[in-house]
């Protein structure tokens, strides 16, 4: 073991190599490295957060999907409602004129039937003036008996 | 290798490969430099923090290159060591930790090229005799990391306690603050104190200098037949994927010890 000046002149350039080491290296480096750290650990929060939104997101499409279902079931029920009234109106409608054609057919009818019946009354009155010329064999003075006449067509 | 002229002997064989390159700046054995220890010790730490400050410069904290991603993963590790063991501010510990154990890694990475063809480049490539591949087989790399880290350790025991309660530390831990036992205490601490930077540096020194010794045994077998070629390349080759282990093992271990002496530093009891 002869120790000397190469020792001296080791713990010299160990000491330069430690400065250098110190000041030039390791901080760019681990800064590099933290930097990164840092990213990642960002990037990690950011994507949880991400999740987070999608689920508190898709729990309000849920949410906004069951309302527009109920509000869609709630607008359907409404309008079959609706129609149904419509119908039912629409029938009533229907009936109501129907039975006003009736009545008025029906009163037509009845307006027929009496002039008929006024027509046919006049009618047996000449044949009942007409049989009873010809039972009588003579000329029925019709003015003299005009009261009879109408007696008769009253009566009939 | 030896020289022309020279026989080839175990003793010349591992002398020449162990042997440093020398250059002498004073009158006294004190004043020798080992050329070789230091200059690649320097050219490992240009070599290996130059990558990193180029890939430091570049980095990015988007998407990372495989490169980047590589440096990354060796600042991790070296973090999550030191966050293990050191609670506090990392802004020098951490940087020091990797300095250690990338220096010492890549030196004692040096082990991996064969001597012969080391010495194949330097002796011709750099026309240099003498020179000693792996820096941490120098005792005086390891000695100046650990007295360094020592140094280190008692600034911080300044600096975190004050000189008053580091000193209180010295003789009042571990059996408490009894009058009686503060002389024991005391010993205990300088014992403690004086082995710290000794197994520290000695450890590292011995794993690595051991291997080198191995290697240069199994390679003098492999040179003495087509026998000794044969199990003494089979024997390396073992040896050396298990060096592998020990290399990237003994780095680890002067990295984790370099953080548990700051963090005991740091901590009062």
């Known amino acids: 073991m002869n120790l000397n000046v190469t020792m001296v002149a080791q713990a010299v350039t160990f000491f330069v190599f430690i400065f250098f080491c110190a000041k030039f290296v390791w901080p760019p480096m681990v800064k590099a490295i933290e930097a990164r750290q840092k990213q990642i650990a960002d990037g990690l929060t950011a994507a949880e957060e991400g999740k987070k939104s999608l689920e508190s997101a898709s729990k309000q499409a849920d949410a906004a999907i069951a309302q527009a279902r109920g509000r869609a079931t709630e607008i359907v029920a409404q309008a079959e409602k609706r129609v149904s009234q419509m119908i039912e109106e629409a029938k009533n409608a229907a009936k109501a004129e129907g039975d006003r054609e009736k009545a008025a057919a029906k009163s037509e009818i009845e307006q027929e039937v009496s002039r008929a019946k006024e027509t046919l009354r006049t009618q047996v009155a000449t044949l009942a003036v007409a049989g009873a010329e010809k039972i009588l064999k003579r000329e029925v003075d019709a003015k003299a008996h005009a009261d009879i006449l109408s007696d008769v067509q009253k009566q009939l | ?269």
Not at chain 2, 30 to 39: N, Q
Not at chain 2, 121 to 128: D, M
Not at chain 2, 258 to 267: F, G, L, N, R, S
Request: proline share 3%; charged share 10%; glycine share 8%.
């Open chain 2, 1 to 269: 290798m030896a020289a022309a002229g020279q026989e080839l002997t175990p003793t010349t064989y591992i002398g020449h490969h162990l042997t440093n390159r020398t250059v002498s700046l004073g009158d006294s054995t004190f004043w020798t430099l080992h050329l070789d220890t230091w200059l690649t010790a320097v050219m490992l730490g240009i070599i290996g923090f130059g990558f990193l400050w180029w890939i430091a410069r570049g980095a990015t904290a988007g998407v990372p290159n495989k490169r980047q991603a590589f440096v990354e993963m060796l600042f991790d590790f070296v973090d999550d060591q030191v966050k293990g063991i050191f609670h506090g501010n990392r802004a020098f510990v951490a940087p020091l930790a990797l300095t250690v154990f990338v220096w010492v890694f890549l030196m004692n990475a040096m082990d991996f090229i064969p001597v012969d063809l080391a010495a194949l480049f330097t002796e011709h490539g750099l026309q240099q005799r003498e020179w000693k591949p792996v820096p941490t087989s120098d005792v005086n790399t390891t000695f100046a990391l650990a007295l360094s880290v020592f140094a280190l350790m008692i600034f911080y025991n300044l600096k975190v306690k004050g000189v008053g309660g580091w000193i209180h530390e010295l003789f009042c831990t571990p059996f408490g603050s009894n009058f009686l036992v503060m002389p024991l205490n005391f010993l205990f601490n300088l014992v403690e104190y004086i082995s710290k930077p000794l197994s520290h540096s000695l450890r590292l020194y011995g794993n690595i200098y051991a291997g080198e010794i191995i290697f240069m045994l199994l390679w003098m077998w492999a040179a003495t037949g087509l026998v000794g070629s044969i199990f003494g390349g089979a024997l390396a080759l073992g040896w050396a994927i298990f060096h592998i282990l020990i290399v990237a093992l003994q780095a680890y271990i002067f990295m984790m010890l370099t953080i548990v002496y700051m963090a005991m530093a740091h901590e009062s009891h």
